[in-house]
């Protein structure tokens, strides 16, 4: 009898934040949107060793700072608290005092330490919050384990978002399951180096903070750090990670027989939520992939990639079903790369349209029908190296212009 090798790294079809056992979570809504959900909970019933990364922007908001220094402390958490709405940013020492609060509230109502509390939030930039209402959501909400309290998490994060976004994976780890579960929020100002974006990943693996960080921080660089949207970074975005030993096995380390397994579930965790953000930017149509091949490095490769799916003239040309290929030469030419335009190749999926230097003859009907779906995808070869990149991002459409034009009304 054969026997069948178990997947060493699989996804889990409707796995979620609570996937991983010890997780609990709920949403719930206070009033400070005027009728969805919008203040929730992740709570670990154990404290999590944790990994965060945060904005580039010179403007981080208070919740960031106190979630810094929160993990400053003891490098672990339990609970995550975090509402929409309002952003609580650029607020000045008020803003600082409010989210300090929260957190305080937060550590009351489940009867932890304040430094086991990280605090997030989302929304319009400039306003305070509403203390009372915040007050009553630390005070009634409601935590529990069922598929419904992850999708009531998941709704209470949301802004501009059309959908829920998460992802699960599970991978073997010295014979054991353990479970890698996401969930995000984010469908404007989305640029690579963060964006206004929140992510949370929960996992029952064995592993130190400061092991946990680097694995992330890895897993960021090839997902939300390879996406774009309208080329703006907010002061809100915080990706945070929390693995809370709950399967049993010899801690994880890169020098860990099975390292690569969890490392290639949290990386395709967070593609997978990277993607369903591209996808979901606002007012989008369409998911555009970017494949670049041949670089001169990775890092090459990478920014190439970034800059066509950044690139407004692309945008709206995928937005128009135009497969106009000189907007992706001049995305490619002003990259700062140095590369060698006889040699490089284009497609647009399958179809050759430019290949050394010269225009490749090709069916436009056929290939304007094929960016009218709902995935596309770009394909460049430098043929000058060994290195390779990608990149999601979305079309430009009318919707993006209506929907920020009155974002505060």
Same mark, same amino acid.
């Given at each position: 009898?054969?026997? &069948?090798?178990?997947?060493?790294?699989?996804?889990?079809?409707? +796995?979620?934040?609570?996937?991983?056992?010890?997780?609990?979570? +709920?949403?719930?809504?206070?009033?400070?949107?005027?009728?969805?959900k919008d203040f929730g909970v992740?709570?670990?019933?154990?404290?999590? !060793?944790?990994?965060?990364?945060?904005? !580039?922007? @010179?403007?981080? $908001?208070?919740?960031?700072?106190?979630? /810094?220094?929160?993990?400053?402390?003891?490098?672990?958490?339990?609970?995550?608290?975090?509402?929409?709405?309002? $952003?609580?940013?650029?607020?000045?020492?008020?803003?600082? =005092? *409010?989210?300090?609060?929260? %957190?305080?509230?937060?550590?009351?109502?489940?009867?932890?330490?304040?430094?086991?509390?990280?605090?997030?939030?989302?929304?319009?930039?400039?306003?305070?919050?509403?203390?009372?209402?915040?007050?009553?959501?630390?005070?009634?909400?409601?935590?529990?384990?069922?598929?419904?309290?992850? /999708?009531?998490?998941?709704?209470?994060?949301?802004?501009?978002?059309?959908?829920?976004?998460?992802?699960?994976?599970?991978?073997?780890?010295?014979?054991?399951?353990v479970t890698i579960g996401g969930?995000?929020?984010?469908?404007?100002?989305?640029?690579?180096?963060?964006?206004?974006?929140?992510? #949370?990943?929960?996992?029952?693996?064995?592993?130190?903070?400061?092991?946990? /960080?680097? $694995?992330?921080?890895?897993?960021?660089?090839?997902? #939300?750090?390879?996406?774009?949207?309208?080329?703006?970074?907010?002061?809100?975005?915080?990706?945070?990670?929390?693995?809370?030993?709950?399967?049993? @096995?010899?801690?994880?380390?890169?020098?860990?027989? *099975?390292?690569?397994? #969890?490392?290639?579930?949290?990386?395709? &965790?967070?593609?997978?939520?990277?993607?369903?953000?591209?996808?979901?930017?606002?007012?989008?149509?369409?998911?555009?992939?970017?494949?670049?091949?041949?670089?001169?490095? @990775?890092?090459?490769?990478?920014?190439?990639?970034?800059?066509?799916?950044g690139s407004n003239l692309v945008?709206?040309?995928?937005?128009? +079903?135009?497969?106009?290929?000189?907007?992706?030469?001049?995305?490619?030419? @002003?990259?700062?790369?140095?590369?060698?335009?006889? !040699?490089?190749?284009? =497609?647009?999926?399958?179809?050759?349209?430019?290949?050394?230097?010269?225009?490749?003859?090709?069916?436009?009907?056929?290939?304007? %029908?094929?960016?009218?779906?709902?995935?596309?995808?770009?394909?460049?070869?430098?043929?000058?190296?060994? +290195?390779?990149?990608?990149?999601?991002?979305?079309?430009?459409?009318?919707?993006?212009?209506?929907?920020? $034009?009155?974002?505060?009304?």
């Amino acid at each position: 009898m054969k026997l &069948v090798k178990e997947e060493t790294v699989k996804p889990i079809k409707g +796995g979620t934040i609570l996937s991983p056992l010890g997780y609990k979570a +709920g949403g719930m809504h206070t009033g400070l949107r005027y009728a969805k959900k919008d203040f929730g909970v992740i709570y670990s019933e154990k404290p999590a !060793q944790c990994g965060a990364v945060y904005t !580039q922007s @010179h403007f981080q $908001a208070a919740p960031l700072k106190v979630t /810094q220094e929160s993990i400053s402390q003891s490098h672990k958490l339990q609970a995550i608290v975090v509402n929409s709405a309002i $952003a609580n940013a650029c607020t000045g020492e008020q803003g600082l =005092r *409010d989210a300090y609060q929260t %957190r305080e509230w937060t550590a009351e109502r489940f009867q932890i330490p304040e430094e086991y509390v990280a605090v997030a939030s989302t929304g319009v930039i400039g306003e305070w919050l509403p203390m009372d209402k915040m007050k009553k959501g630390c005070s009634e909400i409601q935590v529990d384990a069922d598929p419904e309290s992850a /999708q009531s998490f998941q709704q209470a994060i949301l802004t501009t978002d059309t959908i829920e976004k998460s992802s699960c994976y599970q991978v073997m780890i010295d014979g054991k399951t353990v479970t890698i579960g996401g969930c995000a929020k984010g469908s404007g100002m989305i640029h690579p180096n963060m964006a206004t974006m929140l992510g #949370f990943i929960t996992t029952d693996a064995t592993i130190s903070s400061d092991v946990l /960080q680097t $694995a992330l921080k890895t897993a960021i660089d090839q997902s #939300f750090n390879q996406i774009t949207v309208d080329g703006e970074t907010s002061t809100n975005d915080m990706v945070i990670s929390l693995a809370n030993g709950m399967v049993e @096995h010899v801690a994880l380390h890169d020098d860990h027989p *099975d390292w690569t397994h #969890f490392q290639k579930g949290l990386t395709l &965790v967070c593609e997978d939520l990277a993607k369903q953000i591209a996808r979901d930017g606002e007012g989008a149509t369409k998911l555009v992939e970017v494949n670049v091949t041949g670089a001169p490095s @990775h890092q090459d490769a990478n920014i190439l990639a970034k800059k066509i799916v950044g690139s407004n003239l692309v945008k709206t040309a995928l937005f128009g +079903g135009d497969p106009n290929w000189g907007r992706i030469v001049g995305a490619l030419g @002003h990259s700062g790369v140095d590369l060698i335009p006889h !040699q490089c190749d284009i =497609r647009i999926g399958d179809t050759l349209v430019f290949s050394k230097g010269t225009p490749q003859p090709f069916n436009e009907e056929e290939v304007s %029908r094929y960016m009218q779906a709902e995935h596309v995808s770009i394909s460049v070869s430098l043929q000058s190296g060994k +290195g390779i990149g990608k990149a999601w991002g979305c079309d430009l459409t009318y919707d993006y212009v209506k929907i920020n $034009a009155s974002y505060r009304t």
